[in-house]
């Protein structure tokens, strides 16, 4: 969905580096998402926030950790990247309560560690 | 946590074709969303639906709330139909899940 971006599309990294993903959204949604999928096991949550001042744990966030700097602007960061974290990383939003709450996808962010 | 389970988990039809997916999943939920994902990896909605049936076009999903499955419908399959098909359910606590997905494959 062009209403939701996400940079960089594709990235190569070291292991022991700091990565930052991000993700922005034109859709005035409240809720954003970061899953991550890999070959065989869909999509996991990594974390998801519901506002600016809400932010929260999802089933696999150990080594990641993100900000929510705006509405419009949701972050990932690897502090120390790892080859197991190499995935396909999706942000997504909705609109929260009071409507039906579906998701809408970014185009994904390819990461490597080496 | 809330289980879902995906059938099958692998589908090739002929052009044309009828076919039946089945999402199960554990324990009640809030909400269930099917999504495509197309073989460039684009993941796109296809329907909201915590309870009922709604249609669009060649599709359609009902949702058994009370027996915990949900069914997606795909009649006169074409080749753009080809990927892979997610269910996603959200529980109590506002936690999302989804399954491990149907690869479905339509040839001409």
């Known amino acids: 969905d062009a209403d939701v971006t996400q940079t960089p599309r594709n990235r190569i990294t070291k292991t022991g580096k700091r990565i930052m993903l991000e993700c922005s959204q034109t859709?005035?949604?409240?809720?954003m998402y970061w899953y991550r999928q890999d070959p065989g096991l869909g999509l996991r949550l990594i974390y998801y926030?519901?506002?600016?001042?809400?932010?929260n744990k999802g089933e696999i966030s150990d080594g990641y950790s993100v900000s929510r700097q705006a509405q419009a602007k949701f972050s990932l960061s690897l502090e120390s990247a790892i080859p197991n974290q190499t995935a396909l990383y999706f942000c997504?939003?909705?609109?929260?309560?009071?409507?039906?709450?579906?998701?809408?996808f970014g185009p994904g962010t390819r990461l490597t560690v080496l | 946590g809330i289980q879902v389970e995906q059938s099958p988990p692998d589908l090739i039809l002929q052009e044309g074709a009828n076919s039946t997916l089945r999402c199960n999943f554990s324990?009640?939920?809030?909400?269930l969303q099917w999504f495509h994902q197309n073989p460039w990896g684009q993941l796109i909605n296809l329907f909201y639906?915590?309870?009922g049936t709604k249609q669009n076009g060649r599709l359609s999903a009902t949702t058994v709330a009370t027996e915990r499955y949900s069914l997606l419908y795909i009649s006169s399959s074409q080749t753009t139909d080809s990927g892979v098909y997610f269910c996603?359910?959200?529980?109590?606590?506002?936690?999302?899940?989804f399954g491990i997905g149907t690869k479905l494959q339509v040839i001409p």
């Open positions: 997504a939003t909705s609109p929260g309560s009071g409507s039906p709450d579906t998701q809408y």
């Open positions: 639906i915590p309870s």
């Open positions: 926030s519901f506002d600016v001042k809400d932010i």
């Open positions: 996603a359910v959200e529980n109590r606590y506002q936690k999302v899940t």
């Open positions: 859709k005035g949604h409240d809720r």
């Open positions: 324990d009640s939920v809030n909400n």
